[in-house]
Each structure stands twice: as C-alpha cells, then as structure tokens.
C-alpha cells in the first residue's frame, strides 16, 4: 500500500495477557518508530529503528515491552503481562532517513484497551 | 529533557474566524519544529514545519514563525473552514543524529458553519 499500515487497528484484552502490535511501513523506508498515546495526553515515543537495529530504546516503559524489525519491513510492538496502564493508542510511523528534517508518516493506529 | 506545551483545547471558532493554537518549547541545541494534524479517523500528518530561527513554515494558509527568542511556535490561519477541524499537534526533534520527535498534548479545533 501507499501509506504506512497497522493492526489491528483495535484490540481488546484481558489484564496479564500478551499482546503483539504490528506495522507495515511504506516501502523503502529505513527509520521506523513507535509512539504511544494514552488519553488526554501527547504522544510519548517509545523506540526507534535504523533498519532492524534499534538504537534507542529509552522510550520503552518497562521489560515488558518489546519491539523486533524484520529487515527494513514490518515491526512487531509486544507488550507482555499487559496492565490497564497499557491502554492507549499506539502510533507507528516511518521515515526515508532517520535524521532530523525527514518526514515521519504515521500510520492510522492501534486501540489497545486492557480490561 | 525535550517537552512542548500547547494550549489545551478543544478550541471553538466560527468559519472564516481568525485561529491561534500557542505552542511553546524546551530543548537544547537547535531542534527543528513541527505541527501535525489529525482529522477525524485520519492517521497523524505533517501540516507544516521549520527547521531554524526565524524560519517560517507554511501550509494549506496555515503559517508559524520559529522565535528562538521566545521559544515559541505558535500556529496561525487568518480564515478558517469547517474542513480544518481536527486535532493540532505540535512537536520538536531533537538536533541529535537522528529524528526522535516530541510530541505536545493536542489541541481539538472545531469549527462551526
């Protein structure tokens, strides 16, 4: 597709339960990056990737959250043991280069809500 | 650390009425500054930007002026339409090697016909 996609676009789970976040994103583009947004609240980044290596993680909230990249393609944003603290909105975005002035395209989101 | 603080909304204007969203900025260095928009059941995107003082960025008639002096970089539109409703982001990426961005609360503008 022409845009940068991601699924589910919502999800519902149980307090404990894992949960894997997943974003598609445009084709040919290096810098991936996940966000979180809960409500009422800006968005808070939580890792960048530079290809399938992550050279910041200092965004990610606690052990149990995770994120892998596959090549220059998908990420996966594994959130473990979820508590309702996790829910939010998490935003996926990518870039054609990771420095500063490069456009970042957001995909539409995935609503997480943990019961 | 990096923050942006922009004026909570939700913001109410009528049509053609003038719009100013305040966003102001903590950062060391030289960060590049953004605004972002997101309309109902759309993903975030880039309405407009500006990378150094004084610098202005411009989009779909709305301006904002980078004031390193005052730290600011407030949204303006001289005319706006019930299209623009949405929600308004401001945000900053650090001047380090790559472009982590931070991101203000958002503030909802409604415009009514």
């Known amino acids: 597709g022409a845009g940068v996609s991601q699924s589910p676009s919502n999800k519902v789970t149980e307090k404990g339960k894992d949960v894997e976040l997943r974003c598609d994103p445009i084709s040919g583009h290096t810098a991936l990056y996940w966000y979180r947004q809960r409500l009422g609240q800006g968005l808070e980044f939580l890792i960048y990737f530079q290809g399938n290596s992550a050279p910041d993680k200092s965004g990610l909230p606690s052990d149990r959250f995770s994120a892998e990249r596959t090549g220059e393609s998908v990420s996966t944003l594994t959130i473990q043991r979820t508590q309702q603290e996790d829910s939010a909105v998490y935003l996926c975005?990518?870039?054609?280069?990771?420095?500063?002035?490069?456009?970042?395209?957001f995909g539409p989101g995935t609503r997480l809500t943990v019961t | 650390g990096d923050s942006v603080t922009q004026m909570e909304g939700p913001v109410t204007l009528s049509e053609e009425a003038f719009l100013t969203i305040n966003c102001t900025y903590t950062?060391?260095?030289?960060?590049?500054l953004f605004w972002y928009v997101q309309y109902p059941g759309e993903g975030l995107q880039l309405l407009l930007k500006?990378?150094?003082?004084?610098d202005k960025g411009s989009n779909k008639g709305f301006e904002a002026t980078y004031r390193k002096e005052t730290t600011s970089f407030h949204l303006e539109k001289g005319s706006v339409q019930v299209s623009d409703s949405a929600v308004y982001f401001c945000?900053?990426?650090?001047?380090?090697?790559?472009?982590?961005?931070?991101f203000g609360i958002g503030t909802k503008l409604q415009v009514i016909p």
């Open positions: 500006a990378t150094k003082a004084d």
């Open positions: 975005a990518s870039s054609g280069r990771g420095r500063v002035g490069y456009e970042q395209y």
């Open positions: 950062a060391t260095g030289y960060p590049s």
């Open positions: 945000a900053l990426s650090s001047s380090g090697g790559y472009q982590k961005v931070t």
